[in-house]
């Protein structure tokens, strides 16, 4: 008899494992094309779609760069300042502080709102610590990474994340009991580590730009509005060189020359750059005496072209809800501070609804990491709130007259942790603020309670407070 050693789930993938990464991978795959294109926008890469009509072959090698897809993009990025967690019914938020620390979130969050704008989608996970250390919390590309996503209960119900390390491709696929790790070796999955937590769900979380009820994979802020008029813009800057490399130099005839005004002394005809600067400014009467006829055609006025390129920054603003000036567009007349402001409001109200929709997310993640870290959800009475930095950018001025009169009023009081919010504080800097408050009111209880105690002097006399 011949015994049959069963093969270990660890080393390998079962049937319904292997089925899943497979359309995992199919989905992340036919998402690239589009993905990559977006980026190509943002940096300027796109290959322009030339009309093949007044650019000459010599120049198709050409290419122009209108960075507006950028601009908008960061524009809307910087507004988008994540702060702090902290726990909404005031308790200690140290735990909070020690895990967003730890995985440098804070600066990591503006990596990820900056994809899910260019993208329309980022990816967060979360993940168990190694030797104690607090849970791994990393934001993923959408280049790398997908999900299938529940639109009733509104979780994920399996996740992948694909990369290449050190020539060989990892495929680490999350799912509701546990996250799996495997190497492709010889065409196929061999699992080298489980990390089976049994929470029940895919701590896997999805950061959607400009989400609908029929499309919860979100949509990025370069729509194809966008990239149809950075096209157009660039292939007008693409036709104002062309321009300056025919029309540069004012072009000239001459009527009733002799053959001789094009030749060097030897007979031989002279090159056309040399009959321009040249003999042609000195030219001899003909044998009837009269003297050739010189002239100049209208030199080329990029001006239209120009003003073409104004009108597309325009409306190029509208679509990025920026002010048209950082796009580069300038009236004659320079726009008031608050007509500066005003065009602003567009991208000050997109802004907190990114906010109000990224915030979701940080939370959510926080909520996983808590959970990876004691074993257990948090209660769900106990919210987490984050702090943003104000997106619309008043003036410090502005910002502590609101916070003044809302103290001098009676609505908020002046030792407030509000008051320094509004007033445009960071977390570190009101923190600072509430450790000196307690340490001068420390010390003006310490200067009472000396003053209040009788000292007796070397003569034996007591000195103290004649009140006592």
């Not at 001006?303 to 679509?319: C, E, F, K, P, W």
């Amino acid at each position: 008899m011949t015994a049959t050693i069963p093969e270990l789930p660890l080393l390998t993938l079962s049937d319904d494992e292997s089925q899943l990464l497979g359309a995992l991978r199919s989905d992340l795959l036919e998402q690239r094309f589009k993905l990559e294109l977006l980026d190509a926008y943002f940096n300027g890469e796109q290959v322009i779609r030339d009309l093949g009509i007044s650019i000459p072959p010599q120049l198709k090698g050409l290419h122009t760069v209108i960075g507006w897809p950028r601009i908008g993009v960061e524009s809307l990025e910087r507004r988008l300042d994540l702060e702090a967690f902290r726990w909404a019914d005031g308790s200690d938020s140290s735990e909070l502080d020690e895990i967003a620390e730890s995985n440098d979130m804070y600066d990591e969050a503006s990596l990820a709102h900056l994809d899910a704008l260019t993208y329309g989608r980022e990816y967060v996970s979360v993940g168990s610590g190694e030797d104690g250390d607090p849970p791994l919390i990393t934001f993923e590309s959408p280049l790398d990474m997908t999900m299938f996503w529940d639109a009733r209960l509104r979780l994920a119900t399996a996740a992948l994340r694909e990369s290449v390390e050190d020539g060989t491709r990892i495929a680490t696929l999350y799912l509701p009991d546990q996250t799996v790790y495997a190497a492709e070796v010889d065409g196929g999955w061999e699992v080298y580590d489980r990390d089976v937590h049994r929470l029940g769900i895919v701590p896997v979380l999805r950061m959607a730009n400009r989400q609908r009820t029929a499309d919860r994979i979100g949509r990025s802020e370069i729509t194809p509005e966008v990239m149809s008029i950075t096209d157009a813009a660039c292939r007008r800057l693409m036709g104002i060189e062309v321009a300056a490399e025919f029309f540069g130099a004012p072009q000239r005839y001459i009527l009733g020359a002799s053959e001789s005004a094009f030749q060097d002394a030897e007979g031989n005809a002279k090159s056309a750059w040399e009959t321009y600067i040249g003999r042609v400014l000195a030219l001899e009467r003909d044998e009837n005496g009269d003297v050739p006829t010189v002239g100049a055609f209208t030199a080329h006025d990029p001006s239209g072209q120009t003003r073409i390129i104004d009108l597309y920054a325009r409306i190029m603003a509208s679509q990025l809800s920026v002010a048209p000036h950082v796009l580069g567009y300038s009236a004659d007349n320079p726009a008031s501070a608050d007509a500066i402001r005003y065009a602003d409001n567009a991208q000050v109200k997109k802004a907190e609804r990114c906010i109000r929709r990224f915030s979701a997310t940080h939370r959510d993640a926080m909520r996983l990491a808590l959970w990876f870290r004691n074993g257990e959800p948090p209660e769900k009475a106990r919210r987490i709130e984050t702090v943003w930095r104000n997106p619309a950018t008043p003036t410090i001025a502005a910002q502590t007259d609101a916070a003044v009169k809302l103290v001098q009023a009676g609505i908020l009081p002046a030792d407030g942790d509000v008051v320094l919010e509004m007033a445009g504080l960071t977390e570190d800097q009101r923190r600072r603020v509430q450790a000196e408050r307690l340490r001068a009111h420390g010390t003006a209880l310490l200067d009472r309670l000396t003053q209040a105690v009788p000292v007796e002097t070397e003569t034996g006399a007591v000195d103290g407070d004649e009140g006592l």
